[in-house]
């Protein structure tokens, strides 16, 4: 079945850089754009970024533009968020999520997310 | 970068329907038919319960259902039961640099 599993999260301090990982299994990684969906304690869902299914595409909300890089590695079937110059409002869940289906803007496979918390 | 306008809370008894709406922009809700709902329970990932507007992935039961009209979609739960209770987020495709946006959230409480 199709699975998603983050992992990377832990305590940095403000400034700091963490590097999430989601590893997918049971479908053809290749295919899918993937999104990272973060989402702080007690507040709603906020998206941060979506890289197209070969990588060629990238885009980022605007709270995160120049400091996170979303890539992937598509002959490990693993995406990645490089987060840099960490502020205390990126802390929250990390969740990484795959498109339902090529180009379809909806997510339908969600991992069980990472906790990122940046304090000092 | 402005979410999607929820509103905060919609409440209604066993057996009752509930309508939740979701108001963005020609740029987004109202532009393109790529509007999604998803339900969170405390401490879980979302779950997909409607793309495109009114499609249900398989699994999710038929008592949900979507809309759309103008700038505003909507999300319906008829016979609403107690394992509804939850927060319920929509999204949309946005023609911008961002591309993507999720709306403001509604909890759901059932009476």
């Known amino acids: 079945q199709v699975q998603v599993v983050e992992s990377g999260g832990g305590v940095v301090q403000p400034g700091g850089s963490l590097r999430l990982s989601c590893a997918g299994s049971?479908?053809?990684?290749?295919?899918?754009?993937m999104y990272w969906v973060r989402q702080a304690p007690g507040k709603g869902l906020e998206w941060v970024a979506i890289?197209?299914?070969?990588?060629?595409?990238?885009y980022y909300a605007d709270s995160v533009t120049g400091r996170f890089t979303i890539t992937r590695d598509n002959s490990k079937n693993t995406l990645f968020l490089q987060m840099n110059s960490l502020r205390v409002e990126d802390t929250g869940v990390y969740y990484c999520?795959?498109?339902?289906?090529?180009?379809?803007?909806?997510?339908?496979?969600w991992g069980q997310g990472t906790l990122v918390t940046v304090s000092s | 970068q402005s979410a999607l306008t929820q509103p905060a809370s919609v409440s209604g008894s066993p057996g009752q329907s509930i309508t939740i709406s979701c108001t963005g922009t020609?740029?987004?809700?109202?532009?393109?038919?790529?509007v999604s709902w998803y339900q969170q329970h405390p401490g879980k990932a979302p779950k997909l319960m409607i793309y495109d507007v009114s499609d249900r992935p398989s699994g999710v039961s038929n008592r949900f259902s979507g809309s759309k009209s103008g700038n505003t979609a909507s999300l319906t739960i008829s016979g609403l039961q107690a394992e509804d209770e939850a927060d319920y987020y929509c999204?949309?495709?946005?023609?911008?640099?961002?591309?993507?946006?999720f709306g403001t959230g509604t909890k759901v409480t059932v009476l």
């Open positions: 049971g479908f053809t990684f290749s295919n899918f754009a």
């Open positions: 020609s740029s987004d809700v109202g532009g393109y038919n790529y």
């Open positions: 999204s949309s495709y946005r023609s911008s640099s961002t591309l993507y946006v």
């Open positions: 999520a795959r498109d339902r289906a090529s180009g379809s803007y909806s997510l339908q496979y």
């Open positions: 890289i197209s299914y070969d990588g060629s595409n990238k």
